[in-house]
């Protein structure tokens, strides 16, 4: 469906209920069936109001935004690790750098994950770990399904009103 190019111009959509009592909305007279159009109701829709409420995606690529708390700590292991491999000496002691890497990684990791769950509003401090993460999708998950049985409910007790 395409609503009017120019401003100010409307175009009509028709909206009617079928005998399972689904709800249909198409765009010509004609794609209404003959023993639903006395229950049929027009509905126009402005194309000025349609842009204003409902701004079209620009066209081609557009950059990300970059978020800077995370940039900065990325950065800033980068540059510690970075260091960390200068400071050390060469030779046998590879080992030592490389667990020193590994140290490094997962306590930066840990504190973005922290850092993850304090933005969303989660106390848990400075340090989080992946599964703390995992659990707390598992409870946001928990509770759309809840809400979205009430509102089920709702919508059933509201149909068995108006019937």
């Known amino acids: 469906m395409r609503v009017a190019d120019k401003p100010g111009q409307t175009q009509a959509f028709y909206r009617f209920e079928d005998a399972q009592g689904r709800v249909h909305i198409v765009s ?3 794609d209404v069936p003959v023993t639903e159009r006395a229950k049929v109701r027009r509905v126009d829709l402005n194309s000025a109001d349609a842009v204003s409420r409902y701004p079209a ?11 800077g708390p995370s940039f900065a700590l990325g950065f800033g292991a980068a540059l510690l690790v970075g260091m960390l491999l200068r400071i050390v000496p060469g030779g046998g002691r590879w ?4 667990a020193l890497i590994a140290g490094i990684v997962l306590v930066l990791t840990g504190a973005y994950l922290g850092a993850v ?4 509003g989660i ?3 400075a340090l989080a770990a992946p599964s703390a993460l995992i659990q707390d999708a598992k409870t946001a998950v928990e509770h759309m399904n809840q809400r979205q ?15």
């Open 28 to 30: 010509s007279l004609d």
């Open 57 to 67: 995606a620009t066209p081609g690529f557009s950059m990300p935004s970059v978020d």
């Open 95 to 98: 080992l030592w750098k490389l």
């Open 117 to 120: 769950r304090r933005a969303a």
């Open 123 to 125: 106390d848990g401090g």
């Open 149 to 163: 049985k009430q509102q089920e409910e709702e919508l059933r007790k509201l149909q068995a009103e108006g019937r």
